[in-house]
């Protein structure tokens, strides 16, 4: 199947700086790739949509100057949580499409710890 | 937009029984159901999914059926084994996009 990788897998950052995750589509190209926010014992909440070459759309309630997310190319996406606050640890997953929008594939998730 | 109702949260069973999980939705224009299993600090894992054109699918020790008109579908998992323990989460897709919709997860334990 579709690979689709994170980086870190982990991260602990002080309060008040910024932290970039990145999504990578190993073996296939991802026109569309997803952000979501999953906390413990939670569903996944999806934060916003990525689409290659064109703005993020963010789901209602997301701040998008706080998440910025680049999808610069068909296999690279970047979230980046500006001036993190410890109410931003969370586990971040990215999931990526491979054409068919059925087909979503997930990463293994950025466990983020601001202190 | 799509709800997707998933039970129990949390199931119990011992090695070598069945598990049920079962999931509703609201969107009749939903056309896709995925299952995922997802293992403490990682990723969902796609584990069966089904259309709506198809009743029941089956692999090997994991099945899911589909009934369109009560709008509700469920996971089947045979001859559990301690290694099938996760959080399962179903979701639903409408043929009018491409976001898909979660259910609330169900942690399954099975017990040696």
């Known amino acids: 199947g579709a690979v689709v990788s994170q980086h870190p897998s982990w991260v602990i950052c002080k309060s008040g700086t910024s932290v970039k995750i990145e999504c990578r589509s190993l073996?296939?190209?991802?026109?569309?790739m997803f952000w979501y926010r999953q906390f413990p014992k939670q569903s996944l909440m999806l934060m916003a949509t990525s689409n290659e070459g064109s703005k993020a759309t963010y789901e209602q309630g997301v701040e998008k100057d706080k998440f910025l997310i680049n999808h610069a190319s068909l296999t690279l996406s970047t979230l980046t949580v500006t001036s993190a606050h410890p109410e931003d640890s969370s586990f971040y997953i990215c999931s990526a499409i491979s054409g068919r929008r059925y087909e979503q594939y997930f990463g293994p998730g950025t466990r983020l710890t601001v202190t | 937009g799509e709800n997707v109702e998933q039970h129990p949260s949390t199931l119990s069973v011992q090695e070598g029984d069945s598990a049920v999980i079962k999931c509703t939705y609201s969107d009749s224009a939903s056309n896709y159901f995925p299952w995922y299993k997802q293992e403490l600090g990682k990723g969902p894992q796609l584990i069966i999914d089904?259309?709506?054109?198809?009743g029941e699918k089956k692999d090997q020790r994991i099945a899911v059926t589909l009934n369109k008109t009560a709008k509700h579908f469920s996971l089947h998992i045979t001859e559990t084994q301690p290694e099938d323990s996760a959080v399962y989460f179903c979701a639903a897709i409408p043929n009018t996009g491409n976001q898909f919709y979660f259910g609330t997860g169900t942690s399954l334990t099975v017990i040696p």
């Open positions: 089904i259309r709506s054109n198809v």
């Open positions: 073996d296939f190209q991802a026109t569309t």
